[in-house]
């Protein structure tokens, strides 16, 4: 999985994976995601509510609803993602709803586990075809446990928009003016999104973006601090250093030793 994608347009139509740590940065993808979480735990917020997930809990996203795993503990975490058109007689259910609540808690030996279960231990041929067929048969005892509510389309597009050009632009020197003339937007408009959707500032999302890009160049590399700090977009190692450490609570040195 490629954690520095803020904006995820995935090239399979269904994935199954595991993961020790949860990206902490507010996302969104056109597929359904679940996420079972065998050890650890994470804070989150989708759609601008805030929720906890932990051990035995099954986190159901329904597509392009934005979503950020903030403090999450290291652990075990299985996702798991389809398109909706791999969705067998519920595209529609998912295109035009969200889930009232996204938590399911269950036990280890439900029949939903089970079956998720059964695609993270598959290792055959044809196996998106297996991963589609074990998401979809948990898919269907899923929504007879959760209550679904239509979904507000109002500014979702242009939203998308905003989180895709900070994706696509967030290493070079990239400004809030620059945003809203090229989307042809107010710059207003822009700020109130993002504070009203992701809790967060124009400034403070591009940082996020480069941080998380530096955390996983710090985990996967042996590139030098300054030559990552230089990489992700900051103009010096000092302000790199100053917002690495407001972000992850740690400093680069720290991050790359215990990771």
Not at 49 to 66: A, E, H, V, Y
Not at 120 to 142: D, F, P, R, W
Request: aromatic share 10%; net charge neutral.
């Amino acid at each position: 999985m490629n954690n520095n994608v803020v904006y995820e347009n995935r090239i399979k139509h269904v994935e199954v994976w595991a993961e020790d740590y949860l990206k902490p940065i507010p996302h969104l993808h056109k597929e359904l995601e679940l996420i079972y979480v065998v050890k650890g735990e994470s804070h989150l917020f989708i759609d601008n509510r805030k929720m906890t997930i932990s051990d035995g809990d099954l986190f159901i996203c329904f597509p392009n609803q934005i979503h950020c795993y903030e403090s999450s503990l290291h652990g075990q975490y299985f996702l798991f993602t389809i398109s909706p058109d791999f969705c067998i007689g519920i595209k529609d259910v998912l295109s035009d709803n969200v889930p009232e609540n996204n938590i399911l808690k269950l036990s280890k030996d439900d029949d939903i586990i089970k079956t998720l279960f059964s695609a993270v231990t598959y290792y055959g041929q044809y196996k998106e075809t297996y991963y589609a067929g074990c998401i979809n048969h948990a898919l269907a005892m899923i929504l007879q446990k959760i209550s679904i509510t239509p979904r507000i389309k109002s500014n979702s597009a242009t939203l998308q928009s905003i989180i895709k050009y900070c994706t696509g632009n967030y290493l070079s020197d990239i400004t809030l003016d620059d945003m809203a003339r090229e989307l042809h937007l107010s710059k207003y408009h822009i700020s109130h999104l993002l504070n009203s959707k992701l809790g967060i500032s124009f400034s403070g999302y591009i940082n996020m973006l480069r941080i998380n890009n530096a955390c996983e160049l710090l985990r996967r590399t042996d590139k030098s601090i300054a030559s990552i700090s230089e990489e992700v977009g900051f103009g010096s190692i000092r302000t790199f250093n100053r917002v690495f450490m407001q972000i992850m609570k740690t400093t680069p040195y720290e991050y790359r030793t215990h990771n």
